[in-house]
C-alpha cells in the first residue's frame, strides 16, 4: 500500500470529516480510522477518495497495522470520546478511550524509522473554573478540569508532551474552544438546540424546548475554521508548542439559543430540564488565538450567525431525510 500524506483518527467523526473535505481540496492524500459502520454516513459524498481502516484505537496491536498500513507524512488524531455530558455518565470508558488512544498511536509512531508529525487536539475544558485575570487563555495557565472528558484530554497532553521530549516523535499541540457546525451530534448545546427546533418545526414535537444551564458563557468558533487551523498547526508549527483556537470571545448559552430561536419557522416555549444540568459546570471560557495568528496566519473567519444557521439547516435536512425514509 503507498504512503499517505495524512492519517486521520476518527475521519467519519463530526471534526473529522470536516478536516477531510479539506485536505482533499488542498489535494492531500488520505487514509483514516473510523470505529463504527454508521458514522461514515459524514462521509457520503467524498468516502470515494479515502482509504478506510475499521479498528478500535485502545488495542494496541491494531493500531500498530493501521500505522504501518499507511505509512502516513502527518497524523491528525481527532478519535474521542467528547462529550462531557457521557463523560460524567461513563468515565471509565472515556479516561480509557482517550488516553490509551493516544498511548497507542504514540507507540506505532515511536517504532517508525521516520515518525510522521502527530497533532493531538485538546480541549479549553482541561482548564475548568478559571480565574478570571487570567482571561483570554493562551494555553499556559494551570489545569483544573471538572470533569472526566477534561481529565482524559489532559492525560493526553502530558503522555503527548512525555513522547516528544523523551522519544523525540514531533508531537504539535492544537487547543481548541468549543466549535460547532453542522455533523456535531448529539450531547452539545447548539446540535441540541438545532435538533430540538427542527423537530417541533416538522411538527413531530410539542413547541417546547428543554435546556439546561444557559449562563455559561463560552468561545464558540465555527469547525470549518478550526480544522484550517489543525493543517496550518503540522505545515507551519513547531513541535512541541500549543496553539489555541478560538473565536476571542464569549456569549452566554442564553445568547446562543436566542440567535437560533429567531431563525426558527415557529414559536416555541423555553422549558429548564434539571436532567440536562451537570454535576459540574464552568462558568466561563475564552481564549486568545494570538499566537496562532502570529505563527501560523490564522484567524477565525466564519461569523457565529452563520455556523448556527448552517447547523440549524443541517438538523432541517436529516429530518427531512428520516421522514422519506420512513
Known amino acids: 500500500m503507498a504512503a499517505f500524506d495524512c492519517l486521520i483518527t476518527g475521519v467519519s467523526g463530526f471534526v473529522g470529516s470536516h478536516l477531510a473535505e479539506l485536505l482533499l481540496d488542498r489535494k492531500y492524500s488520505i487514509a483514516g480510522t473510523f470505529l463504527v459502520e454508521k458514522s461514515l454516513e459524514n462521509l457520503s459524498g467524498i468516502a470515494d477518495r479515502l482509504e478506510f481502516f475499521q479498528v478500535d484505537l ?6 500498530k497495522k493501521v500505522i504501518w498500513a499507511a505509512q502516513p ?62 482571561l483570554p487563555l493562551k ?5 483544573a478540569p471538572r470533569s472526566p472528558y477534561a481529565a482524559s484530554k489532559g492525560a493526553a497532553d ?47 414535537a410539542k ?32 513541535p512541541g508548542e500549543i496553539y489555541t483556537f478560538c473565536s476571542g470571545k464569549d456569549v452566554t448559552i442564553e445568547r446562543v439559543l436566542k440567535m437560533l430561536l429567531r431563525l426558527s419557522k415557529v414559536k416555541i416555549k423555553v422549558k429548564s430540564d434539571p436532567a440536562r444540568q451537570r454535576p459540574s459546570e464552568i462558568p466561563v471560557l475564552r481564549g486568545d488565538f494570538s499566537k496562532a495568528r502570529r505563527e501560523l496566519g490564522w484567524k477565525p473567519a466564519i461569523k457565529l450567525e452563520k455556523t448556527l444557521s448552517d447547523t440549524l439547516d443541517y438538523w432541517r435536512g436529516r429530518n427531512h431525510t428520516n421522514e422519506v425514509a420512513v
Open 207 to 238: 413547541p417546547v424546548l428543554s435546556v439546561g444551564n444557559l449562563k455559561a458563557r463560552r468561545d464558540f468558533s465555527d469547525v470549518r475554521d478550526v480544522v484550517r487551523g489543525y493543517e496550518l498547526v503540522l505545515k507551519k508549527g513547531k
Open 73 to 134: 507524512k502527518w497524523i491528525f488524531h481527532l478519535a474521542a470520546f467528547s462529550s462531557v455530558g457521557f463523560s460524567f455518565k461513563r468515565p471509565e470508558e472515556t479516561l480509557v478511550n482517550n488516553f490509551v488512544s493516544t498511548l497507542n498511536l504514540l507507540e506505532a509512531v515511536r517504532e517508525m524509522s521516520v515518525p510522521p508529525k502527530v497533532l493531538l487536539v485538546s480541549s479549553s475544558d482541561i482548564f475548568g473554573q478559571v480565574n478570571k485575570k487570567w
Open 58 to 63: 485502545r488495542l494496541k496491536e491494531s493500531v
Open 158 to 204: 502530558l503522555i503527548g508532551q512525555a513522547y516528544f521530549h523523551s522519544f523525540k516523535i514531533p508531537v504539535y499541540h492544537a487547543l481548541a474552544f468549543n466549535h460547532t457546525g453542522p455533523r456535531q451530534g448529539p450531547g452539545f448545546a447548539v446540535p441540541d438546540f438545532a435538533s430540538q427546533i427542527s423537530q417541533i418545526e416538522a411538527g413531530a
Open 139 to 143: 494555553g499556559t495557565e494551570p489545569w
